[in-house]
């Protein structure tokens, strides 16, 4: 190795045991790093230099000290990384993101199980709420799916809702996808997409700024969200309420100067009440996958429309039935009172469209059109 590798290695281990430092971040990092020569020299400065440069609040300065006595086991750990899977991705490397180029804030280190987004391909930040709805959550499962078909990258950030089923989606679609994660790298959140996790890390990749093992705390996902929206050229949500923490997301995209989309929703429906707003102040609406691949000038091959099925091949009463059918899950009274066909038959009917996939049977005797 020569001179040049060992000093930045130097760097990069001297980075990795200030990202271990529970109460320091990239931007006070940054500003350390502009009163030194390196990032290494950090180390040899005592905490009350910090104190007195008006960097560190004195609780932080004294515990800088004790910080300073895991330099050791820091540099074991790093160098157990590779081993573990883990990459450990910094301002200093030549893989470092390029649309981090220029953004306020950035993350000046990012462990990574997998890949990066490719910088010269589209990518697209799919959110939304956590409590989704089922139409919500087959709106986002089918996005992501029909865009990473066409080549889309989309980033999330795993959690319940709407992150996951657009990232599900992508999967489906043979597509890649990466997760931005709250927590450490080693730490899957929430637990039930567990699953989802392993294959993100085999088709994509997962990314977290935290140290190994930081629990998935709340204040971390505000601060996270940076990443979702500066890996991507594009945000679209799909449900989210007036006050969703999704809109976070969206103020941070629009700072770095993201372009933003919106999935409709009903004005009486509070889930959608955020994507209303959003349209309302400028939004880009989205029907289909296709708006959004126009929008990028990507050709979409399928033409697909959201909101429209071929109905060739049904008999008279299915299609009639199915005609008061829409991506809402409706009941099965109020389908019946509608169509005006007795109880019996038209459960029949609507068991035919479900088995030809056509409609989706939500339980509790709701049935919505399949996306």
Same mark, same amino acid.
């Not at 989309?261 to 996958?289: K, W």
């Given at each position: ?10 760097e ?17 990092v940054g500003?350390?790093? @502009?009163?030194?020569e390196?990032y &290494? ?7 009350k ?24 086991e ?5 160098? @157990?990384?590779?081993? #573990?899977?883990?990459?450990?991705i ?13 953004? &306020? ?7 990574? #199980?997998?890949?990066l987004? *490719? ?19 087959e709106? /986002?499962?089918? !996005? ?16 319940a $809702?709407?992150? +996951? ?7 489906? $679609?043979? $597509? *890649?996808?990466? $997760?931005?994660?709250?927590? +450490? ?17 085999r088709?994509? +990749? ?6 190994l ?26 449900? /989210? #309420?007036?006050?969703?923490? @999704? ?14 989309? /919106? ?32 929008? !990028? ?25 199915? @005609?008061?059918? *829409?991506?809402?899950?409706?009941h099965l ?11 019996s ?6 068991? *035919? ?8 049977s !939500?339980?509790?005797?709701y049935?919505? #059109?399949?996306?």
């Amino acid at each position: 190795m020569n001179l040049e590798n060992q000093r930045m290695e130097r760097e990069k281990e001297a980075l990795y045991w200030l990202s271990r430092i529970p109460f320091l971040g990239s931007v006070t990092v940054g500003r350390m790093r @502009s009163c030194t020569e390196s990032y &290494e020299e950090i180390y040899n400065i005592e905490g009350k230099t910090w104190e007195a440069r008006g960097i560190l609040s004195p609780d932080k300065a004294r515990r800088m000290e004790t910080e300073r006595g895991k330099i050791k086991e820091a540099l074991e750990e790093y160098h @157990s990384l590779a081993g #573990r899977g883990i990459r450990f991705i910094t301002i200093l490397d030549q893989d470092y993101p390029e649309r981090f180029q220029g953004l &306020e804030g950035r993350p000046l280190w990012l462990s990574v #199980r997998g890949r990066l987004p *490719d910088s010269h391909r589209p990518a697209l930040a799919i959110i939304g709420s956590r409590s989704a709805t089922r139409y919500g959550m087959e709106i /986002a499962e089918c !996005f992501g799916r029909e865009l990473a078909k066409e080549g889309i990258q989309i980033v999330s950030g795993l959690a319940a $809702g709407i992150d +996951g089923a657009g990232q599900k989606g992508a999967l489906e $679609g043979g $597509g *890649d996808t990466y $997760g931005v994660l709250g927590c +450490g790298i080693n730490i899957c959140y929430p637990r039930e997409h567990y699953q989802l996790y392993e294959e993100i890390v085999r088709s994509g +990749g997962m990314i977290s700024e935290y140290r190994l093992g930081e629990p998935p705390v709340a204040r971390n996902f505000p601060v996270r969200n940076r990443i979702i929206s500066g890996l991507s050229d594009g945000i679209l949500v799909v449900e /989210a #309420r007036e006050k969703s923490g @999704s809109l976070i997301t969206v103020e941070q995209g629009l700072n770095q100067g993201k372009d933003i989309f /919106a999935v409709p929703g009903r004005i009486t429906d509070p889930g959608s009440a955020g994507c209303n707003q959003l349209i309302q102040n400028g939004a880009y609406p989205v029907n289909s996958p296709g708006d959004i691949l126009e929008y !990028f000038g990507i050709r979409f091959q399928k033409k697909l429309s959201l909101h429209e099925k071929n109905e060739k091949g049904l008999a008279k009463k299915e299609k009639m039935v199915y @005609s008061f059918i *829409d991506l809402h899950p409706k009941h099965l009274e109020d389908i019946v009172s509608e169509c005006g066909l007795p109880l019996s038959e038209c459960m029949m009917i609507l068991l *035919d469209l479900e088995l030809k996939g056509f409609v989706t049977s !939500f339980g509790g005797n709701y049935y919505g #059109r399949k996306l």
